[in-house]
């Protein structure tokens, strides 16, 4: 079965700093990994996936994932964070090939200070 | 903006009433989804469907139950609500395989059920 861990419940972070959200998961199988974001009293939106091809991707809004096998992780950065960004990040796993289902972590809320 | 619409959006009842949050998506999806988010928890799957008249329990136990009648309906129903049960609620929706993103969910706004 395969399991999430995002290493840090809460980042506080000020405008136009970096940051990283970490994401760790743990799958005896190949395995697509997800971003999805959730802003206050709002369901949750992909904020970029991981399929297969580089290992880098990227989103609209600046943020981006890199994918490492060897780490069994992947992790969210974004160089400068707007106040806009601030909500909560959750990670995702599914296998390739096998159930559908999707396997989140446990969330990160970011916070960005003016 | 993905088009998938739950009510009611914040519902407080008391102990022993029956309740169903409603869940309804116009893209024409087959697979959709039932999630019990609480807070700094992982969002668990209760339950999910594959297609009409198909219903399946997810990995965290659940008292609820799902009917699955119309492709774009999938409402989740508690016969008699307990404060246990006190907790948000997410539906989603996904593509067919082989037809757009490989495992991209679409979820709802969400339902926050508070039973007393």
């Known amino acids: 079965a395969q399991s999430v861990t995002q290493l840090d419940s809460q980042v506080p972070v000020f405008e136009e700093a970096p940051v990283e959200l970490r994401c760790n998961y743990s799958?005896?199988?190949?395995?697509?990994l997800f971003w999805y974001v959730q802003y206050p009293n709002q369901g949750l939106q992909l904020l970029l996936k991981?399929?297969?091809?580089?290992?880098l991707v990227e989103s609209i809004n600046g943020f981006e994932a890199e994918f490492n096998k060897s780490q069994t992780s992947f992790h969210l950065r974004k160089p400068s964070v707007h106040i806009s960004d601030t909500a909560e990040y959750f990670c995702a796993v599914r296998t390739q090939g096998g159930s559908e289902k999707l396997v989140f972590g446990k969330g990160t809320k970011l916070t960005v200070n003016p | 903006e993905a088009d998938i619409y739950q009510t009611p959006r914040y519902l407080v009842i008391g102990t022993g009433k029956k309740i169903t949050l409603e869940c309804s998506q116009t893209m024409g999806h087959d697979k959709m989804y039932w999630y019990q988010q609480d807070p700094g928890m992982e969002l668990h799957l209760i339950h999910y469907s594959y297609g009409v008249n198909s219903t399946e329990k997810g990995d965290l136990s659940s008292e609820s139950t799902v009917s699955r009648i119309r492709t774009e309906h999938f409402p989740l129903t508690l016969e008699s609500a307990r404060p246990s049960h006190t907790s948000q609620y997410l539906c989603?929706?996904?593509?067919?395989?082989?037809?757009?993103?490989?495992?991209?969910?679409?979820f709802g706004e969400g339902s926050r059920l508070t039973v007393l």
């Open positions: 989603a929706s996904s593509n067919p395989a082989g037809t757009g993103v490989t495992g991209e969910l679409f």
């Open positions: 799958s005896s199988v190949s395995v697509y």
């Open positions: 991981y399929l297969s091809g580089s290992t």
